[in-house]
């Protein structure tokens, strides 16, 4: 059974990085079978997407997001990363990193992290 | 990008009761759409994926149907865990996006 882990601080100030790091066990990033992705929810809101990575590297981010956002891998601790820059109140969110399985689906996700952006 | 529009967006209903989801988007996404139940702290939950394909360990009171711009999510008899908000994602082109979501609440 696949499972995700969010860790990072939960609180972080204006004009300053976000910085959050998912560990996957049950299964291999590795094995080139799925992308891991990050989706975010203001509280009280829906579901955004913010971009995905290959176990190769390569990334897709949300073109709303894209200037500041940055996924990275890092195989040998079955571990991926995200880092937002310059955030704001806006960015306030519980922060889900997730797999995508079947027809690019969200087959599993994890439990989600809350990050408050506030000085 | 496209958008999701889902309807109605809050719902009340009673056990037992049938209850449709409706999920448009805003151009063809063929089959690549999803639909996932969250619940209040919870992170969401894949119910159907390729809009009728039923997840593992899902209950069979749920399913999914449509293609094109137009699909559904039906509850065929609501039992009390189902109340919850749902969503449907297109899949079919990045960025992904979803629907605004559905609350279904006990009437």
């Known amino acids: 059974q696949v499972q995700l882990q969010e860790s990072g601080p939960g609180l972080v100030k204006p004009s300053q990085t976000l910085s959050l790091t998912c560990t996957v066990s049950?299964?291999?990033?590795?094995?080139?079978?799925?992308?891991w992705s990050w989706i975010r929810q203001p509280p009280g809101k829906g579901l955004e997407w913010i971009g995905y990575?290959?176990?190769?590297?390569?990334?897709y981010y949300n073109p709303s997001l894209k200037s500041r956002v940055t996924i990275s891998v890092d195989t040998s601790k079955n571990q991926f990363s995200l880092k937002l820059s310059s955030v704001t109140a806006a960015d306030t969110a519980v922060y889900y990193c997730?797999?995508?399985?079947?027809?690019?689906?969200?087959?599993?996700w994890g439990q989600g992290t809350l990050v408050t952006v506030s000085s | 990008d496209i958008q999701m529009t889902q309807s109605p967006s809050s719902l009340s209903a009673s056990v037992g009761d049938r209850v449709t989801i409706t999920c448009r988007a805003s151009?063809?996404?063929?089959?690549?759409l999803n639909w996932y139940q969250q619940k209040p702290g919870k992170a969401p939950k894949l119910l159907i994926y390729?809009?009728?394909s039923l997840q593992s360990g899902v209950p069979s009171r749920f399913s999914g149907s449509g293609s094109g711009t137009d699909f559904t999510l039906t509850i065929s008899s609501l039992q009390p865990e189902d109340f919850a908000t749902y969503y449907c994602?297109?899949?079919?082109?990045?960025?992904?996006?979803f629907g605004q979501g559905t609350k279904l609440e006990i009437k």
């Open positions: 990575i290959y176990y190769s590297g390569s990334t």
């Open positions: 390729a809009a009728s």
């Open positions: 994602q297109q899949s079919y082109s990045t960025p992904s996006s």
């Open positions: 049950g299964g291999s990033i590795s094995s080139g079978d799925y992308y």
């Open positions: 997730a797999r995508e399985g079947p027809a690019a689906s969200i087959d599993y």
């Open positions: 151009q063809s996404i063929s089959s690549y």
